[in-house]
């Protein structure tokens, strides 16, 4: 699964995310896989990112947007060090599944994410079918439009 130098070498290989279990804000856990039959919009962030925190108002507003379709799912992972971090940013009565990766193991682990944001976007069948790196706003008809094609 890796790449040249380490790095992920997903796209275009019609490739498997990588399972993984984080916790959720609020409590319990997230397990990518038990998500199939989703489209997950997966936000790779942190409170020290600039880029990031200026991208996460449109991650939320993606959310609202994408809630009544029912079939996406927008998720936000942050690799700060506690909750208290994340919820200057993510309050816990957002729309959006709000995932803590502290030790990285998931960010750089599984996907190879060095620099913030990344977004990805997982179809339906847990396959890897885009990555853009850096600051979008996901609320922009042709990023919908994207999403939609994977639905």
């Known amino acids: 699964m890796d790449g040249a130098g380490g790095v992920p070498h997903y796209l275009g290989a019609s490739l498997r ?3 993984f279990t984080l916790p959720m804000q609020g409590g319990g856990e997230w397990k990518l896989s038990d998500h199939r039959g989703k489209v997950i919009v997966l936000n ?3 409170v020290t990112c600039r880029p990031c925190i200026q991208e996460m108002p449109t ?11 029912g079939d996406v799912e927008v998720v936000a992972v942050s690799t700060d060090r506690n909750w208290d971090e994340v919820e200057t940013i993510i309050a816990r009565n957002t729309r959006i599944t709000s995932l803590l990766d502290a030790d990285r193991e998931v ?10 944001p990344e977004t990805w976007i997982i179809d339906a069948d847990g396959v890897i079918r885009f990555r853009y790196d850096g600051a979008l706003d996901w609320s922009d008809p042709v990023a ?4 939609r094609a994977y639905r």
């Open 17 to 19: 995310a990588p399972d």
């Open 44 to 46: 790779f962030w942190t």
């Open 59 to 69: 991650i939320e507003l993606l959310a609202e947007i994408v809630e009544p379709w």
């Open 107 to 116: 960010v750089n682990g599984r996907f190879g994410t060095r620099l913030f």
């Open 144 to 147: 919908l439009d994207l999403i």
